[in-house]
């Protein structure tokens, strides 16, 4: 049987949560990762073989993260949607292999869909890396682009939602006047953003603390909690 050992009882702030600080959980986890797919134990014997089941370790940190970004009751930055409905996913699908091992239904290793959710909560936390604009100057003067063009990429629009033809030459006479790299979103970055809220307006209510409110349950007991969780969340 999967070893099942207390969990420890984790301090999660009712502040809101930023990326950068699940971005820190994220990768105190990857370490954890890493050390169980060096390492060759814990060994468990499951349907007739000897299985490497997920590590106590790694479960931890696995249950920090989910509960680090459970927002019930709490703001969430922007930043930090994206990342949160991946592990919304994958906190069902952790839940759902956790009852299975259990009861020897599921290997100690840990689910396809677990591990496929999984990849999904790492690719969620991919920086968004899109390219900046080349300078208006270079534009104008050296490629010859129409400055109709340039306003659009710049994502410059005036009141009439048209290019804004003054912001472009301001900003070809005086670089910097309008643009600052450190603090410029471009168009495709607003849009993008635009499909995460989108994503998190249709996201069927908040995510409750979970893993850190159980405490020195047994396993039977455990996966009753886990199918009432599971029903609650209504969304997968």
Request: include cysteine; hydrophobic fraction near 40%.
């Amino acid at each position: 049987m999967l070893p099942w050992n207390p969990w420890s009882t984790l301090d999660v702030s009712t502040a809101k949560i930023y990326l950068k600080e699940l971005s820190d959980q994220f990768k105190r986890t990857q370490k954890a990762l890493q050390a169980w797919s060096q390492a060759d134990t814990p060994n468990i014997a499951f349907d007739g073989i000897v299985v490497k089941g997920i590590s106590e370790s790694l479960r931890l940190e696995w249950q920090r993260l989910i509960d680090a970004s459970a927002d019930d009751g709490r703001e969430v930055e922007d930043k930090a949607k994206r990342v949160v409905m991946a592990l919304d996913d994958f906190a069902l699908k952790f839940a759902r292999w956790m009852r299975a091992a259990a009861v020897q239904a599921d290997s100690p290793r840990g689910s396809v869909a677990m591990w496929e959710a999984w990849e999904r909560v790492e690719s969620a936390f991919m920086p968004v890396n899109l390219s900046l604009p080349k300078p208006v100057k270079y534009l104008v003067a050296v490629a010859n682009a129409p400055r109709e063009q340039i306003s659009r990429e710049y994502g410059w629009i005036d009141e009439r939602c048209e290019p804004d033809l003054v912001k472009v030459q301001e900003e070809y006479e005086t670089p910097g006047k309008h643009f600052d790299k450190e603090t410029w979103t471009g168009p495709a970055l607003k849009s993008y953003y635009a499909n995460i809220n989108r994503q998190w307006s249709e996201r069927i209510g908040s995510r409750k603390l979970f893993f850190s409110t159980l405490n020195e349950l047994n396993p039977k007991l455990t996966a009753t909690l886990r199918i009432a969780w599971e029903q609650n969340t209504n969304r997968h």
